[in-house]
């Protein structure tokens, strides 16, 4: 049961990350039902200003970092992690001593950063933000961190993905400790879905492996130009005048995949561009991707992208414009 949260400050955080947890936790909703919960903000030195990551914006802790051994959840908004200064070591102990007293510890973004200096990640499943986890996983390598997940859950650590990740996390543990009318009516009131599906792998721009063999460059230039039509490794090969077997080797050197592999994520990201950017029907679009279905696009899309390609073009398509007052028709 979540009564104490306690969410500790480091100098530079950022807002965003913040105010999610505050708004999850920090505001008094009793009054409509809800769990309400003995929120304090803490800091190294109380009373003290932090710098925030918006220009002209402090933050000042009413309370020290004893609060954290007592609290029920420590939360650890995100704050710079590649500055070579490090993290106040006070603040690294804290988070560990709180741990070591059964706290429930939650990240958002690059709040993790802070958790694997305290030592939390080792040995644990994790994540953060898109952007980070390559360099989450080199400087905490005990760690094992996805990269496509909106967040993390490993008991008495939650670690989230970037920004609004954040509120996924902090909504599955008032459910898990609460209940799901909790979550829910929290969710309500601050006007998102109690739930998100898929992860962030829907956010991420995936680029095009870079080549520099000249053969293998040529052919992938042209196997990029020409999508839509059946391709064999066999045909590859010849075209890029090697066996099928150079071929397969020199490819995956070149590319770190394999042929098949690489053009079903080119098909999947030209997809994405159609479902983005025009009003094409879906069978249409597994036509000129390639994919010949829209069942096998369907099922290609869902698992490299890891939501549907109808729910991607809802979320990211462009909007259709309303008709002009003219072509409306008549009623």
């Avoid at 990240?107 to 989450?136: I, M, N, P, Q």
Wanted: overall charge negative; proline content about 6%; hydrophobic content about 40%.
């Amino acid at each position: 049961m979540l009564s104490k949260v306690a969410v500790v400050l480091n100098d530079k955080l950022a807002m965003f990350e913040f105010g999610v947890v505050c708004e999850v936790f920090g505001l008094d909703r009793t009054a409509d039902g809800l769990p309400g919960f003995d929120f304090r903000v803490c800091g190294a030195t109380p009373g003290k200003p932090l710098r925030s990551t918006t220009p002209g914006v402090s933050v000042t802790p009413e309370y020290g970092l004893d609060e954290l051994v007592h609290a029920d959840l420590v939360a650890i908004p995100a704050f710079p992690f590649t500055l070579g200064q490090g993290y106040d070591e006070r603040v690294v102990e804290a988070v560990r001593a709180a741990s070591d007293a059964g706290a429930i510890v939650l990240t958002v973004c690059s709040g993790a950063f802070l958790a694997g200096e305290a030592g939390l990640l080792d040995g644990r499943k994790c994540t953060t933000h898109w952007r980070y986890v390559d360099l989450l996983a080199a400087q905490f390598p005990a760690a094992t961190v996805d990269p496509d997940v909106l967040f993390v859950d490993e008991g008495n650590l939650i670690t989230s993905a970037g920004t609004a990740a954040g509120i996924d996390a902090c909504l599955h543990l008032v459910r898990r400790e609460i209940g799901t009318a909790a979550a829910n009516g929290i969710a309500r009131r601050m006007v998102v879905p109690p739930q998100r599906d898929g992860g962030q792998r829907q956010f991420i721009e995936q680029p095009v492996p870079e080549c520099r063999s000249e053969g293998l460059s040529t052919t992938l230039t042209w196997l990029t130009e020409n999508l839509a039509h059946p391709h064999t490794v066999d045909e590859l090969a010849a075209r890029s005048s090697m066996s099928t077997r150079t071929f397969a080797r020199r490819f995956a050197a070149e590319t770190g995949t394999t042929p098949v592999k690489w053009l079903t994520t080119q098909r999947v990201l030209f997809a994405k561009h159609l479902l983005e950017a025009t009003d094409m029907p879906l069978e249409r679009i597994a036509d000129q991707s390639g994919f010949g279905s829209g069942a096998l696009l369907r099922h290609h899309f869902q698992r490299q992208v890891g939501i549907a390609p109808t729910e991607y073009r809802r979320r990211f398509g462009a909007p259709t414009p309303e008709p002009a007052a003219d072509d409306r028709p008549a009623r």
